[in-house]
């Protein structure tokens, strides 16, 4: 409700019902990445990548930064593991090669990859080569991080100062201006007349720690009435991790005036983007660091949803910070 009555406030999100992550009142915008001076590709570099935009959108960041030519592997799933998580282990097992590219010799100098399933491929591939080739992980690796020659990951996966680790206070996410003017044009006939404050709730879902529940459906929809009750409208994204209940409650418990986008892989009418562009604020669910990431580079006003712990998401976390600690 605070954040809804005071999202073009000058302070920004004050705390309230949520917790403020950032204060992004300050109008300048936000700077662009500027190509770093590379003389060459290193020799041969793959980058294997999954069906995930937002992980590889990471990758393809770093890779224009730099400059370099590089070949694009792109890897799709057996079932069930477009869904389900494989062991994590050096192999491609779970590696649809009819809908697959090729992992064949010339091996590559050097792969930069992201999540659990590319980084499987990305070991076998250094395996394959006789460890010649150099891995290069960017986010949370699931497994065998001593494998990786470079890992480069966010503060709040809490990994602890090993060598062949870069932390990074956030994920490599920016919408690009230009995607984000591209939508405007779209969205804008469909946007603007909403009642404002226009607040964005994003929403990810169940990952360690966290547990996406009815409880948590009820508070999104808690929410959605408060921000209408003020005069404005919540628009509400799902996304690929959203739990068919949560959808369904969401469906049939937010207000009227409530806007709701229901993600299913084939639709192309995403209102992200525009939302990005248009949106007064956002509460996103503390799962997804990656959209939090993009809506402070899109200097707009935040706020973090806490989500319950699963069974084991405290002792989970007191790990990860002990570990870190120590």
């Known amino acids: 409700l605070l954040l809804a009555r005071r999202a073009c406030a000058p302070r920004g999100v004050r705390s309230g019902p949520l917790r403020a992550a950032v204060n992004v009142a300050a109008p300048s915008p936000a700077p662009a990445i500027a ?18 935009p937002g992980d590889n959108a990471q990758v393809e960041a770093v890779v224009e930064a730099v400059g370099w030519d590089c070949v694009r592997k792109m890897l799709q ?24 590219a090729a992992l064949e010799p010339p091996w590559p100098d050097l792969v930069l990859t ?20 150099k891995l290069v992980l960017f986010g949370k690796p699931s497994g065998l991080m001593h494998r990786f020659d470079l890992v480069v990951a966010g503060a709040e996966v809490q990994l602890p100062p090993l060598p062949n680790l870069v ?16 939508a405007l044009a779209r969205w804008r ?7 404002r404050p ?15 529940d009815a409880t948590v459906a009820n508070r999104l929809c808690g929410l959605a009435t408060e921000i209408a009750g003020a005069g ?19 469906r049939t418990g937010l207000p009227t005036g409530a806007q709701l986008f229901e993600w299913t892989p084939e639709r192309a009418d995403n ?20 959209m939090m990431a993009e809506v402070v580079r899109a200097r707009k006003p935040l706020a973090i949803l806490d989500l319950p712990l699963g069974r084991f998401g405290a002792i989970d976390q007191w790990r990860r910070t002990l570990t870190r600690r120590l």
């Not at 006939?189 to 009642?195: D, E, S």
């Not at 226009?198 to 996406?212: E, K, N, R, W």
């Not at 404005?232 to 969401?250: A, F, W």
């Open 198 to 212: 226009l607040i964005a709730i994003l929403v990810g879902g169940p990952t360690v720690p966290f547990v996406f």
């Open 35 to 52: 190509p770093t001076s590379v003389s060459a590709t290193p020799g041969r570099v793959w980058l294997v990548l999954g069906d995930k």
């Open 232 to 250: 404005g409208t919540p628009y509400v994204t799902t996304s690929r991790r959203t739990p068919p209940g949560v959808v369904e409650t969401l």
């Open 271 to 290: 209102p992200y983007l525009g939302l990005l562009g248009l949106a007064d604020g956002f509460i996103v669910t503390g799962d997804s660091v990656s």
């Open 77 to 100: 799933w057996r079932a069930p593991y477009a869904t389900a998580k494989p062991r994590f282990r050096v192999t491609l097992d779970h590696v649809d090669p009819a809908r697959s």
């Open 114 to 133: 992201i999540g659990r399933r590319p980084s499987m491929a990305a070991l076998w591939v250094k395996a394959r080569s006789g460890g010649r080739t």
């Open 189 to 195: 006939p469909q946007l603007a007349p909403l009642p």
């Open 167 to 182: 932390p990074i206070r956030l994920p490599l996410m920016r919408a690009r201006a230009s995607d984000i003017e591209t």
